[in-house]
């Protein structure tokens, strides 16, 4: 069984940037498929980004070239670094992994559909964006 908890979310305004954590519990996550996922109200949940088990990232079009992904193993902890915030990034921002380890394809794959797929979610952090 794998927990995760989101943190570090907060209010800024356009143009700022914010720093998420996912703090891992129950997998390496070294070894691990592990994604980035945000929701709107009256919205479908949609991919942000992943790391797969070999530590490469994939993005979604929307948020390529401003928000980058990491992980530091020692902390068994996700990071997503968002830069150059827009209001449309507005929306509550959750960690997620898979019930099994997901090689990179369907991991990013499972970005692309939105989380189906994943199995195991924190409990959210928000993210307001100001214009």
């Known amino acids: 069984q794998v927990q995760l908890m989101e943190s570090g979310g907060g209010s800024v305004q356009a143009g700022g940037s914010l720093r998420l954590s996912c703090q891992v519990a129950g997998v390496n996550i070294s070894t691990y498929c592990l994604g980035w996922f945000r929701q709107v109200p009256d919205k479908a949940r949609e991919g942000v980004g992943i790391m797969d088990n070999t530590g490469d990232p994939s993005y979604a079009d929307a948020v390529k070239g401003r928000f980058t992904i990491s992980r530091d193993n020692a902390k068994n902890t996700l990071y997503l670094h968002m830069n150059n915030l827009e209001s449309e990034d507005t929306a509550t921002y959750y960690c997620?992994?898979?019930?099994?380890?997901?090689?990179?394809?369907?991991?990013?794959?499972?970005?692309?559909?939105?989380?189906?797929?994943?199995?195991?979610w924190g409990k959210g952090t928000l993210v307001t964006v100001s214009p």
């Open positions: 997620a992994a898979p019930a099994t380890p997901f090689p990179p394809g369907p991991c990013i794959g499972t970005m692309i559909l939105g989380g189906i797929g994943m199995n195991y």
